[in-house]
Nanobody, 117 residues
Framework: VQLQASGGGLVQAGGSLRLSCAAS????????MGWYRQAPGKQREFVAI???????NYADPVKGRFTISRDKAKNTVYLEMNRLNTEDTAVYYC????????????WGQGTQVTVSS
């Protein structure tokens, strides 16, 4: 499975961005897709996940501001980010967890999101 993330950029505090992550390859084996982020000097942290059946889950800092959605026909997961603040500045990584296979988790290349004050 290959993941290609896009949509990052520079935005002012209070603004919005929409990230996209397109999967290719053995997409039939994908179970969940989600987003993580890593700020400078910090560990990678969970942001949001889209599970089968339309269930979603969010990290507390982004609840009510970010929305994850998934288009299974396009094998793409999106992250709509609203009311961004400077603490949201990070490299955002999409990931896909597979139902089976020797490798169960794949990562995209990351896309930079910078929020200016």
């Amino acid at each position: 499975v290959q993941l290609q993330a896009s949509g990052g950029g520079l935005v002012q505090a209070g603004g919005s961005l929409r990230l996209s992550c397109a999967a290719s390859g053995s997409t039939f084996s994908i179970d969940t897709m989600g987003w993580y982020r890593q700020a400078p000097g910090k560990q990678r942290e969970f942001v949001a996940i889209s599970m089968n059946g339309g269930r979603t889950n969010y990290a507390d800092p982004v609840k009510g501001r970010f929305t994850i959605s998934r288009d299974k026909a396009k094998n793409t997961v999106y992250l709509e980010m609203n009311r961004l603040n400077t603490e949201d500045t990070a490299v955002y990584y999409c990931n896909a967890d597979l139902i089976f296979g020797p490798i169960r988790r794949y990562w995209g290349q990351g896309t930079q999101v910078t929020v200016s004050s």
